[in-house]
């Protein structure tokens, strides 16, 4: 699986829209980027994923790159609820690999 | 619907005690996982559950831990003769097969403390 870089914190006002990046340079062509998060004393939670395409859902967009070596997660409009850890996985196309993650990106949303 | 849920929610025990802990998957996810987070720590995969195939168990740290799951339900993670270091939040997720999204839904855990 693809090895992934973030910043270990990011800070965002209410409201906003936090755009949290993700290098993964060394991605191969069947491998998905997946987000997940883990808010303080709960269990990681699933956001999105994608191979090539942005992505959009409920809770967050995903912006790929065309070179697909980096990739953007977008919370259009944060909240303090959205305060956690977030991390960038690469996985390959069978989406049944067991799941290791990095030191994440802490972001804190600010009133 | 109902996601993954865990129990006990926490469990306090003495050193040398078995525990059992429990997870019910999503209804229909053929895949299941159990991990352990240390505090402060990242994700340690215990073990996986596909179908009717064998477990991975690869992720056990000792003869001490073993894990069961009855079709493609109920998952029960025993961990024998427990001793400090196995304090710990115990993570199950669940995920569908391959063919669908392969995202990992989580339980809210099990937040194990031995004494």
């Known amino acids: 699986d693809a090895k992934t870089t973030q910043p270990p914190s990011m800070d965002c006002a209410e409201g906003r829209a936090a755009n949290l990046p993700c290098n993964h340079s060394?991605?191969?062509?069947?491998?998905?980027v997946y987000w997940y998060r883990q808010i303080h004393s709960q269990g990681p939670q699933y956001i999105i994923h994608?191979?090539?395409n942005n992505e959009t859902n409920e809770m967050a967009s995903l912006i790929i790159t065309e070179d697909r070596k980096s990739s953007t997660l977008i919370l259009p409009h944060a909240t303090l609820r959205d305060t956690a850890v977030y991390y960038c996985?690469?996985?390959?196309?069978?989406?049944?690999?067991?799941?290791?993650f990095g030191r994440g990106t802490q972001l804190t949303v600010w009133p | 619907g109902a996601g993954v849920s865990q129990s006990p929610s926490n469990k306090v025990t003495e050193k040398g005690k078995d525990v059992e802990l429990r997870c019910d998957p999503i209804?229909?996810?053929?895949?299941l996982y159990w991990y352990r987070q240390r505090l402060g720590q990242g994700l340690e995969f215990l073990i996986y559950?596909?179908?009717?195939?064998?477990?991975?168990k690869s992720g056990l740290p000792s003869d001490r831990f073993s894990a069961e799951r009855t079709g493609e339900s109920v998952s029960t993670l025993t961990i024998q003769r427990t001793q400090q270091e196995d304090s710990a939040v115990y993570l199950c997720?669940?995920?569908?097969?391959?063919?669908?999204?392969?995202?990992?839904?989580f339980g809210p855990g099990t937040r194990l403390l031995v004494l």
């Open positions: 997720a669940s995920s569908f097969s391959s063919g669908g999204s392969g995202a990992q839904y």
């Open positions: 060394t991605i191969s062509g069947n491998e998905y």
């Open positions: 994608g191979l090539k």
């Open positions: 996985i690469g996985l390959r196309g069978s989406t049944l690999g067991r799941l290791y």
């Open positions: 209804s229909g996810h053929t895949a």
């Open positions: 559950f596909q179908g009717n195939s064998a477990p991975d």
